[in-house]
């Protein structure tokens, strides 16, 4: 079994729906276990900035699923909450990017882990830092708490106060 973080985003429709119904969905997939969850933060948009303002939030799961098709059943799950790819970083109802996949780096023309954008995000690294502060990415030798201090995005993060939503394998908000 992998111990695999996910970085979960929504800035269209109902964002706590979309959040909650992938993190089900991920829950029902064969070989995988919900481990934890971060809080739910409010965040400004990075790049396309004329948009409204993403939900995210951190899981970690364990898996034996493979790093690849571990990624096309996110692709699904997005695609099965309306994600459409018309603009890169516009709005989306739903993105679900592999942040960690065990100690490994992985490098194909479909996937990279460590995230490549990872340590130059606030909206990742905050709810990352909250599960796992001290875990040393890979090829970084820095823990994620040292990649929050140094990053130089400086994008507001707020703490979401949710409606009372259940995730898999916790406790209510």
Not at 6 to 33: F, M, P, W, Y
Not at 147 to 160: G, I, N
Request: charged fraction near 25%.
């Amino acid at each position: 079994m992998k111990r695999v973080f996910i970085a979960l985003g929504s800035n269209l429709g109902d964002r706590e729906t979309h959040l909650d119904g992938a993190v089900k969905a991920i829950s029902q997939l064969a070989g995988c276990r919900i481990v934890a969850r971060s809080p739910i933060y409010e965040t400004e948009p990075l790049g396309v900035v004329e948009q409204p303002p993403f939900l995210n939030a951190v899981i970690e799961i364990e898996t034996a699923i493979p790093a690849e098709t571990l990624l096309q059943q996110l692709l699904m799950i997005e695609k099965q909450h309306g994600r459409q790819r018309r603009e890169k970083w516009g709005p989306r109802t739903l993105d679900l990017d592999i942040l960690l996949f065990g100690d490994q780096m992985i490098r194909t023309e479909t996937l990279t882990v460590p995230h490549p954008r990872m340590a130059e995000r606030r909206f990742v690294l905050v709810p990352l830092a909250d599960l796992v502060p001290e875990l040393q990415v890979p090829g970084s030798k820095k823990t994620v708490a040292a990649l929050l201090q140094e990053c130089p995005d400086r994008s507001h993060v707020w703490r979401f106060n949710p409606r009372r939503i259940t995730w898999p394998n916790s406790s209510p908000y």
